[in-house]
């Protein structure tokens, strides 16, 4: 007798979509086969009619625990992870204190334990000056590093190139990997400065201030230190032209990079500051049509990685404020992203298996836990969303589970929605609702095969 059986329904991997059912044990998939296979259960479930997808793994959101706990905390998060289909989650460091330190990454992972509805991975962050930090946290429980290369929100402040050098150094021998919020500071606090001069306080001024040059420019800088030190680098929320072509660049020359691209800066161009004003307000910034048709380019080609929300929550009163300066960065985006997408999908922009490749099994390779995450085989975690992709429906703001749920999707019409959400074998999510208590657990990179083995 083992624990759970999903029956019925169509399982999607990126290989292809197969016709079996799944056997569940001590929240390991143990058998995969036709139903006169399926052992006995304690619990079935019937799938007829849904597409069994593995559990989504966003490598970017903010949780904002500790710290900033008005905006978002890992329950409420973890929550809206649930309902929208993520079973893991890699919450970003620019919390309070910041993850700079053991002691800061101890006291992020004291937060989690016992409080996130779905499975965690925890970044730490470069900062000036905890370059004697790095080796200490990277045996402390971290999936890997992040840096903030350009201004956004809690301005953790960008090492000089030395600095980064060495972190990229450090980090490659610790068999860990970089990743970059890219854009140039210096070019971003040269051009805010001037429009604020100038006296622009409209929503589109943002634009302005982070032009893709400022992009190009930090990408182009981060790929270098990643080849002369063989560091592994992700590029996140990467959202121009011009430094996908670096990426692609540097993929050709098959050097360890990845790049994810934003469910936002996939769905939403630059016509939407005069539409929705500064909630839109992000970094790097919602850009022309020009860019996001690059992202889906890239997407098509597989250039691109992954596909990640950016899940920044803030308050209300943060969201809008009416001087674009003053307006908080980044909005909610984990609960809404996977009907968002199978609406693409059903559009026809994009096939299920390359989408499953691009939310499941591709941001788990990319940080090292795959196979454990991101898939659906036999000795993987049983972490799954069953869909319907056949449902429509209209996202509704006020339904969300964030703290505050102001959102750009609000009214938009959807096609394919989540059913179930299941984690290591428990459903945490139902029709909607929230089930079980907070069952997450902290998520480590597998293997560690140093920088020349990458
Ligand atoms: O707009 C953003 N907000 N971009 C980021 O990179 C960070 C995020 C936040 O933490 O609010
Ligand atoms: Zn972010």
Not at 138 to 154: A, D, L, N, Q, Y
Not at 210 to 227: G, T
Not at 419 to 427: H, Q
Request: with cysteine; aromatic share 6%.
């Amino acid at each position: 007798m083992i624990d759970l059986v999903i029956q019925n329904g169509k399982v999607v991997t990126s290989e292809g979509v197969l016709e079996t059912g799944i056997g569940v044990d001590e929240g390991i998939i143990v058998v995969l086969g036709s139903e006169k296979h399926l052992p006995e259960a304690k619990k079935r479930i019937d799938a007829n009619g849904l597409h069994i997808l593995p559990g989504l793994v966003d490598d970017h959101v903010h949780f904002r625990d500790p710290g900033l706990t008005y905006k978002e905390d890992f329950e409420s998060g973890s929550r809206a992870a649930a309902a929208g289909g993520v079973t893991t989650i890699m919450d970003m460091p620019n919390t309070v204190p910041p993850v700079a330190t053991v002691e800061a990454l101890r006291e992020k992972l004291n937060r989690a334990d016992g409080r996130s509805y779905v499975d965690y991975g925890i970044y730490g962050v470069l900062t000036e000056d905890n370059l004697d930090e790095i080796e200490a946290m990277s045996s402390s429980g971290i999936m890997g590093f992040k840096v903030f290369m350009g201004e956004t929100t809690g301005y953790i402040r960008c090492p000089d190139d030395a600095t980064l050098y060495r972190q990229f150094k450090k980090v490659g021998d610790a068999g860990l990997k970089v990743g970059a919020h890219a854009e140039n500071d210096l070019i971003l606090q040269h051009l805010k400065a001037e429009l604020k001069a100038g006296g622009r306080v409209d929503p589109r001024a943002h634009l302005e201030s982070r032009p893709s040059f400022a992009e190009h420019m930090a990408v182009s800088k981060a790929l270098i230190l990643s080849e002369a030190t063989g560091c592994p680098f992700h590029v996140f929320h990467l959202s121009t032209k011009e430094a996908l072509e670096e990426v692609i660049t540097a993929k050709k020359k098959e050097l360890p990079v990845t790049a994810e691209v934003l469910v936002s800066h996939l769905l939403l161009d630059d016509s939407y500051y005069e539409k929705l004003g500064n909630l839109i307000r992000l970094n790097p910034p919602i850009r022309n049509k020009e860019h996001q048709e690059a992202l889906w380019e890239g997407i098509r080609h597989g250039w691109i990685d992954n596909i990640a929300t950016d899940h920044a929550p803030h308050s209300r009163e943060e969201k809008t404020r009416d001087v674009v300066w003053d307006a908080a960065c980044g909005f909610i985006g984990v609960e809404t992203a996977l009907p968002l997408m199978l609406t693409q999908v059903n559009r026809g922009l994009i096939s299920l298996e390359r989408y499953v490749r691009l939310v499941s099994e591709n941001p788990a390779r990319v940080w090292n836990i795959y196979p454990q995450k991101g898939t659906i085989r036999i000795g993987s975690d049983a972490d799954f969303v069953l869909v319907d992709l056949k449902k429509e429906g209209t996202l509704e703001a006020e339904k969300l589970y964030s703290k505050d749920r102001s959102t750009p999707f609000d009214g938009w019409r959807v096609k394919g929605l989540p059913r179930y959400t299941i984690l290591r074998g428990n459903i945490i999510m139902e029709e909607g609702r929230i089930k079980e208590k907070p069952l997450g657990k902290l998520v480590l990179p597998l293997r560690r095969t140093g920088r020349k083995n990458q």
